[in-house]
């Protein structure tokens, strides 16, 4: 497909703020924070954090000295935490789930792969994402995020209307299927999950599974922004039509969403922590680092029926 140029659409540039600086990454959306330890954030600058965030979709700070108890504290500011869909906390810190790939792990598919919104499948999904790096490889193990409110902004007014009243269907049933053909057994979530191949499946991933139907358009509810909440990993299909009709449709709205123009790319670096607006941005990782030691640390905000 032909890529767009959003000049004019969305405005990624830094407002002026009292207590933190903000120096935008891309054009499409991002932003690093600076001068600031998230730890440490008096209330009118978490204010000024949140907002920006809600701003630039995707933001980023480097050089923060964090605990999982610290990084437990700072997401709880955003609100409580969310279901976590796919792995187990670590000891005396259940919401702080451990992201690892071992250097001498080789497998076809990471956790991450994929353009995805985090846990669609679920009824409410989780509002922010956030992620703190402490083992990062020398190169490789980038992280892209895709602005779907810009997505959204660039169709034309025909689409838009179109695709009013539209509910998609999120189910984790692709996921699956791709893990345990690419996947290796072993500690991770993705492991976890090839581990089940040939087994009868628990009752709570039967759930995720059947997954959840939620509007194919999607309102924030700060911000008041419209955004496509679709992607190329969970989106099955759409209700009312059949599969042979969603495809089409679903097929071009994941490229639409995910071009270059609408995108910014983050090299980690040691003590990164990244925070997401699942609501209006996707998110893929890499698996391009075979023979490094990659560790990270999530945590995820609860989020609302999406609306």
Sequence with gaps: MASSHPTGKFDNSARAYRHIEVRPLAAAMGAEIAGVQARDLSDSAFEEVRDALFRHKMIYFRDQELSHGDQERFSLRFGPFAEDAYTKGVPGHVNVQPVIKAAESKTGWVFGAGWHTDSPFLKDPPAITMLYGVDIPPYGGDTMWANSALAYAM?????????????????????????????????????????????????????????????LVRTHPYSGEKGLYCDTSYAAGIEGLTKAEAKPLLDFLGAHITQPAFTCRLRWAPKTLTLWDNRLCLHQAFNDYDGFRREMYRTTLAGETPV
Aim: net charge negative; proline share 5%.
């Design 155 to 215: 169709l034309s007014d025909t689409m838009k209307r179109m695709l009013e009243g539209l509910r998609v269907h999120m189910s984790m049933h692709d996921v699956l299927e791709a893990a345990q053909e690419f996947g290796a057994v072993d500690d991770t979530p993705v492991g976890r999950l090839v581990a089940l191949k040939g087994k009868e499946l628990p009752a709570d991933l039967i759930r995720k599974i059947e997954g959840a139907y939620h509007p």
